[in-house]
């Protein structure tokens, strides 16, 4: 496994471009699941619209969470270039405990929707907003245990060249949801109370 | 400027968030009034959202910062494009589907609310 510094640079950038791909296409995914929900937005069933169950305040904590864990996520991979182990692990595990809490967050959203009987099953709507918010969530979780792995495999291995790789790719993953994130607070949350 | 969008640089982060962090609360401002919305008010939501991709694509993602031949902005181009076309494209062709394909029997029961003769 030893590569010159002109591999290493050739696999980055070839390992980086393929991840990027996936983000790409992911982004369609998302694109696909927004314009239905922008479709059937209106297809309450004589249920509830999004004005009547959304609470902005508690969105903007959660996107608050997930926007600092977003920039937390870059600093770890910025001081793992810098060859600082711990600093890197810190601000990875800072990362992590501000991703499980909106994931917690979320889920406790949900449930409660469930409970006051705005299950996916009740409109349109309610089904178009579950499929979108909860692909999110399900792209966060796998995002936490993708981190959680990073964690134990620098805690063993250190920083070695094919780690710092695994991370970068982690943040960039972790900034794209932030993104997307960005796109449900305002056409899913905004718009939603204001409609 | 472009000292603060190069890639692995702290401060690119934490001006990437602080902008971001801004943004966000312009559009929760807005969004806490509870209005009813208003077409200035739906293009200030989304002038301000494609503002914060913006800002964390280059803050955060660094686009446009990698070596030629730049693949990454290339992939990122095009999906803009596609996810436009998918968004914008189903939003108008349902709308459309919905005034123009109404069933006949709706047809013939808005034409007897109304007292229209045929």
């Not at chain 2, 990122?76 to 189903?90: A, D, W």
Request: aromatic share 12%; with cysteine.
């Amino acid at each position: 496994m030893s590569m010159t510094a002109n591999e290493q640079m050739h696999d980055n950038l070839t390992v980086s471009l393929g991840f990027w791909i996936y983000l790409m296409t992911d982004c369609l995914l998302f694109a696909s699941l927004f314009a239905t929900y922008a479709v059937l937005t209106g297809g309450t069933a004589g249920s509830v619209s999004g004005r009547q169950i959304f609470d902005i305040g508690f969105v903007l904590t959660e996107t608050i969470l997930l926007l600092t864990s977003s920039m937390t996520s870059g600093l770890a991979y910025v001081e793992a270039r810098a060859g600082r182990r711990n600093r890197s692990l810190v601000y990875l595990a800072i990362t992590i405990a501000l991703g499980a809490s909106f994931l917690v967050m979320e889920l406790s959203e949900f449930s409660h929707l469930v409970s006051e009987g705005y299950g996916w099953q009740v409109s349109a709507f309610l089904s178009a907003f579950f499929t979108l918010v909860g692909t999110h969530g399900l792209h966060i979780a796998s995002g936490l245990i993708w981190a959680l792995t990073l964690v134990v495999l620098i805690m063993k291995r250190g920083l070695t060249h094919d780690t710092t790789k695994k991370l970068m790719l982690f943040t960039l993953f972790w900034h794209f949801l932030d993104v997307i994130w960005i796109c449900i607070f305002t056409f899913v949350y905004a718009f939603g109370v204001l409609s | 400027m472009n000292k603060w969008l190069e890639k692995h640089s702290r401060a690119s982060y934490i001006i990437g968030y602080v902008l971001s962090l801004a943004l966000t609360l312009n559009a929760f401002a807005l969004a806490a009034t509870g209005a009813s919305m208003t077409e200035g008010m739906a293009w200030t939501l989304v002038g301000l959202a494609v503002l914060q991709i913006a800002v964390q694509v280059l803050f955060f993602l660094h686009i446009g910062r990698e070596e030629r031949p730049r693949w990454n902005s290339m992939a990122f181009v095009t999906m803009i494009f596609v996810v436009l076309f998918i968004v914008v494209g189903s939003i108008w062709v349902m709308n459309s589907l919905n005034y123009n394909m109404t069933d006949h029997e709706t047809i013939e029961t808005m034409i007897q609310d109304e007292g229209i003769r045929h």
